[in-house]
């Protein structure tokens, strides 16, 4: 491909994405395929000669978009949004086209110094402490600000950044014993409402964790926590961290932050805050009520790309002291790597390379404004409300936890059964997407408010399809 052949492919495809957006609604939000269905479509072996643009460009539909679940869809409920303004494909659009590696500040000083930007308006306007700022901002902070992959890959690392700094502090009290040892007396903690992300995170750095039951609203209390710590140093272990949760993944619910803060400061633990999805609320004032106690936490990590409008990977992760995360990685870097000037983002991640990715998310929050982050955000919470409303009134269902956020969780009453079979056929009936969850040994449905412009009209649309669907299925059961 020559550069004529990428603008006239590139217009093209601009077009074709309008248009893909503006029909949207007349597809089905899942696809009917079964793994495997995608061999017979296209060739078994890679081309020896190359194609033309044109050609691939033709097999958009047939190929791909005919069965595709379409994330952007009106009727698409499931998981948590997928960031996708247009203002974010532009962003990527840029990136992609430099083409940049921004593995240290040397390498590409403006993709560093505009993350490092981009982190500290994003900890302000959320209401983030001073403490996660840059000194660029806030000269007396010790933090910093990055953009990560993912929350997965956030909460791991401060994991690892945790538990570095636990064994720099029990080699001075046990300074003849061996690391393994020192590591194998440490504990974690976590609500079992958090992410698997966790837990993933546990077994890959081989960190003992301990999945704490939460409240009937989700969340841990202090009780919890400070029970679990009392039991585990009887047993001779030391425990070192806790990843809390704002807005779980099931049910949005929520730790108490002040409560596990005090906990966490009384026994010397790292105290991490996963809000990937409801951290982007915090924008709006009246949801600042949630954040009561962030002043306890360490970390924090909101990805971007779920509430923010900004695609894929953009996961903001905040570290109180930068030398907890940056020490223990420096020092060994290959030759090229090594860079005279401070900061070097890539010690604060796996990876050696780093792709552009402040910059969609620097045209995102200038093309809406914070005003235009908080209206996106209150929408979807007045939506979800509206959502409960409908719930509430229809003595068949009940809601499950507290609709704080942009999601709500609900059931049939009584049999786990009747609520998985009424998913199912909505489901099956592809007129809606929606995905469960657990909630205390309750199977729930999870409503989770995904399409940017979603309206009153869409929510009284999934309304009348989930209330013909349950019809169908209990008399079923009144047969
Ligand atoms: N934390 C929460 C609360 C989530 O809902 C999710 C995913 O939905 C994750 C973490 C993991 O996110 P990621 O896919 O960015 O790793």
């Known amino acids: 491909m020559d550069a004529s052949k990428f603008k006239r492919c590139g217009y093209e495809l601009v077009d074709w994405s309008i248009k893909y957006m503006e029909t949207l609604d007349d597809r089905k939000p899942l696809p009917d395929v079964q793994p ?10 890679a081309p020896e000669k190359g194609e033309a643009f044109e050609r691939i460009m033709r097999d958009l539909e047939p190929v791909v978009l005919h069965r595709m679940a379409h994330w952007q869809h009106r009727q698409f409920f499931s998981y948590f949004p997928a960031g996708n303004a247009w203002s974010s494909i532009m962003g990527d659009i840029f990136s992609n086209a430099t083409g940049v590696n921004g593995t240290n500040w040397g390498s590409c000083p403006v993709c560093t110094e505009l993350e ?38 956030a909460i791991f ?52 964790l301990r999945k704490l039951e939460p409240d009937n609203e989700g969340g841990i209390k202090a009780d919890t926590l400070r029970n679990a710590i009392k039991q585990d140093m009887e047993s001779g272990l030391i425990p070192f961290y806790h990843c809390a949760i704002i807005g779980s993944t099931g049910i949005t619910s929520a730790d108490d932050l002040m409560e596990v803060g005090e906990i966490c400061e009384q026994y010397d633990m790292w105290l991490h805050c996963d809000a990937a999805y409801a951290g982007s609320s915090f924008a709006c004032q009246e949801m600042r009520h949630c954040m009561q106690g962030y002043e306890y936490v360490w970390s924090t990590n909101v990805n971007t ?16 002291y930068k030398s907890k995360a940056v020490d223990p990685m420096t020092g060994w870097e290959e030759e090229v790597y090594k860079t005279p000037y401070p900061p070097d983002l890539k010690h604060y991640a796996v990876p050696a390379t780093r792709r552009f990715r402040a910059y969609k998310l620097w045209c995102v929050i200038r093309n809406y404004g914070v005003e235009g982050i908080r209206r996106y955000c209150r929408n979807h919470i007045n939506l979800a409300k509206l959502f409960e409303k409908y719930v509430k009134r229809d003595d068949r269902f009940e809601v499950c936890g507290p609709v704080r956020f942009g999601l709500c969780a609900f059931r049939l009453k009584g049999l786990n059964e009747a609520t998985s079979r009424l998913l199912d056929a909505l489901n099956f009936s592809r007129r809606i997407h929606m995905v469960p969850s657990h ?41």
């Open 305 to 320: 790309n779920k509430w923010m409008m900004c695609n894929f990977e953009a996961s903001l992760h905040w570290v109180r």
């Open 439 to 479: 909630f205390h040994e309750k199977v729930v449905i999870r409503f989770a408010l995904c399409a940017e412009y979603a309206n009153e009209e869409d929510i009284d649309v999934a309304w009348r399809v989930i209330d013909e669907f349950a019809s169908v299925i209990l008399r079923e059961y009144e047969k």
């Open 157 to 208: 690392y401060s994991m690892m950044w945790a538990r570095e700094d636990a064994v720099r502090k029990l080699r001075q009290r046990f300074p003849n014993k061996p690391r393994a040892i020192l590591l194998n007396m440490l504990i974690a903690y976590c609500n079992n409402e958090c992410h698997s992300c966790v837990e993933r995170g546990s077994l890959m750095g081989a960190i003992r």
């Open 116 to 153: 490092i930007i981009v982190c500290d308006w994003c900890c302000k306007f959320l209401g983030m402490p001073k403490f996660f700022l840059s000194q660029y901002s806030c000269p007396e902070s010790e933090g910093a600000g990055i953009i990560q992959h993912s929350a997965s890959e």
């Open 36 to 45: 495997g269905w995608l061999w017979d479509v296209v060739p078994k072996e």
